[in-house]
């Protein structure tokens, strides 16, 4: 009963309107297709406080919808102090995400902080920013590769 603790995971970018929501909702359908949906906890912020209330940018939304998932319900909330206790990974969507995170954490949480593509193949390290570059394509490619590395490897819920 209840016997599995849940993993919580916290996708972290600079807006929280174009990366991470896609992280958010592309990660949850993984773990929803695989059956796993009740061992995990998934959320996304932005290190930056720009779009906080504010509904994802509306091409991450269109590109989730061709990919079959709604992140139109999401709001833009900012990383607090009580993420770094409450999450059991932060994981960044770029290293500039990762150096702001381990700024802000307190020294227990800085083992909880990671890159998000350290989970994909090793090829890239940064999810490039679509709200500059355009490529919203691009960036769910990653994340859907990021996504199926991190749940392989977290086939074991303990982290
Ligand atoms: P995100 O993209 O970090 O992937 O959500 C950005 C969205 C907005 C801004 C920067 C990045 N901005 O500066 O407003």
Same mark, same amino acid.
């Given at each position: 009963m209840n016997a599995k603790p849940r993993t919580s995971i916290l996708f972290v970018c600079l807006g929280n309107i174009c990366r991470s929501p896609l992280a958010e909702g592309v990660f949850r359908s993984v773990v929803t297709e695989r059956?796993?949906?009740?061992?995990?906890?998934?959320?996304?912020a932005g290190t930056g406080a720009w779009h906080v209330g504010s509904a994802p940018d509306p091409r991450s939304i269109e590109i989730a919808r061709r990919f079959g998932v709604d992140i139109s319900m999401q709001r833009a909330r900012q990383v607090n102090a009580r993420d770094f206790?409450?999450?059991?990974?932060?994981? !960044?969507?770029?290293?500039?995400?990762?150096?702001?995170?381990?700024? =802000?954490?307190?020294?227990? +949480?800085?083992?909880? $902080?990671?890159?998000?593509?350290?989970?994909?193949? !090793?090829?890239?390290?940064?999810?490039?920013?679509?709200?500059?570059? =355009?490529?919203?394509?691009? +960036?769910?490619?990653? $994340?859907?590769e990021a996504s199926a590395g991190l749940i392989t490897q977290l086939r074991n819920p303990a982290v």
């Open positions: 059956g796993r949906h009740a061992d995990f906890m998934i959320d996304s206790e409450r999450f059991d990974l932060l994981l !960044g969507m770029d290293r500039n995400n990762v150096r702001t995170l381990r700024e =802000r954490a307190p020294e227990a +949480a800085a083992g909880k $902080i990671h890159l998000f593509l350290n989970y994909a193949d !090793g090829r890239t390290l940064d999810i490039p920013d679509p709200y500059y570059t =355009r490529d919203f394509a691009g +960036a769910l490619e990653l $994340i859907e």
